[in-house]
């Protein structure tokens, strides 16, 4: 998996003006480095399409190898 492609998990903490965000839930990521310049993060959601979301309305989590894998669509 290339630099551009690494897989991130984050938690949702907060939904505001976001009504479409699910508070406590595990969202995947996808690295932007322009995006991430304006505070922003672009999360996966279950149609497999990604949006720009606020990076303060997450955190950062570390999850066992086995949870990501299973979390990971095959590619």
Do not use: W
Not at 6 to 29: G, P, S
Not at 36 to 60: K, M, T, W
């Amino acid at each position: 998996m290339s630099e551009h492609t690494q897989t991130r998990f984050v938690v949702c903490v907060a939904n505001d003006d976001c009504e479409d965000l699910e508070v406590r839930k595990i969202y995947q990521t996808v690295a932007d480095e322009s995006a991430a310049q304006d505070g922003l993060l672009r999360i996966v959601d279950e149609s497999g399409e990604d949006y720009l979301y606020p990076a303060s309305l997450f955190l950062n989590i570390e999850l066992p190898q086995a949870v990501e894998k299973a979390l990971t669509p095959a590619a």
